[in-house]
């Protein structure tokens, strides 16, 4: 059996993106730092520029560009690269790029926030060192670096155990009292999908299902195949046969839902299907392995929420519902 991929889990976003920064920031303080004092002994001329810039682009690995700018943030050098230098953008004016248009270091050095840059159209990022030469600061250095090509440690954050509720189209929203619901024929047939999707989940090696209740249909992503999706309609999903169509697997033993509270969220989505009749689900999801189920209503409102909270009705989720 080909076991999910399993993710090691940083903390939150923030806190991931907070330690690859940090981790680039430290990376670069000692190289860029020596290479400004070496082209402060020759601020302003160009041509030793130019040799000390391609010198120091030697010990910064990973750097597309590296170059020198005036107080003014105009380029005074060329473009120090692998391929040597160059000199398209000697002159520029990169006073409104965002790593210029940021709070500029008056001492050491800055890492600006990502952007896409303007050539490769791609996320990137500078880190823009203060040059000082007798204690005045002449100008910066500019080190521009690829995010796809940094080699940082990446680990995949936790995903917060929270419930997240998220508005939709606000036309949607604006007409939402003119609409009621249209009986689907996963409506007309909703006993017979519950038992189907719950074998296929509980027996069968489907960790990620979401179940579309108005064009009656459910997308599903297995632990044998964990990157390509199965798309079953409603004659496949009434059919118990559509199971001899999947391998059984055990389990697993690591998700987050257990086995037996499928059931239970499938029933509570078709309570919430029928609840109401302005106000209504028109799709859940379930991940056994984060343990999140995702609702979508016809107030184009979109919930994610852990599946104890969304089984418990005494939780804050059942409350700003009722």
Known sequence: MTKAPQPQPSTSLRESIARQRASLLNMLVDPLGRIARRCARVWPEKGALDRALLEGLREIPYCKFLYAMDLAARQISANASAEGPIDADLGRDRAARPYMSEDRPSKGLRL????????????????????????????????????????????????????????????????????????SLMDRHIDEVIPVLDELIT??????????????????????????????????????????????????ADATIPAQQIRPILDTFRHLRFADETIYLRSGSLNIFNGIVGLNFSCDGSHYIPFHDFLARDSAFWEGIG
């Open 112 to 183: 600006s926030e990502a952007y896409i840059s303007l050539r490769a159209s791609r996320p990137s990022v500078t880190a823009v060192q203060s040059v000082r030469r007798d204690e005045i600061l002449v100008g910066f250095l500019g080190a521009d670096f690829d995010l796809r090509d940094l080699p940082l440690t990446r680990e995949l954050y936790q995903e917060p155990d929270q419930w997240k509720q998220l508005r939709g189209d606000p036309a949607i929203r604006s007409t939402l009292f003119q609409q009621r619901r249209f009986e």
């Open 203 to 252: 027996q069968h090696g489907v960790f990620h299902s979401k179940i579309h209740f108005s064009s009656s249909r459910a997308t599903l992503w297995l632990m044998d195949d964990p990157y390509r999706f199965r798309l079953l309609g409603l004659e496949e999903l009434i059919d118990p046969d559509t199971c001899l169509a999947y391998p059984h697997r055990p389990y697993p």
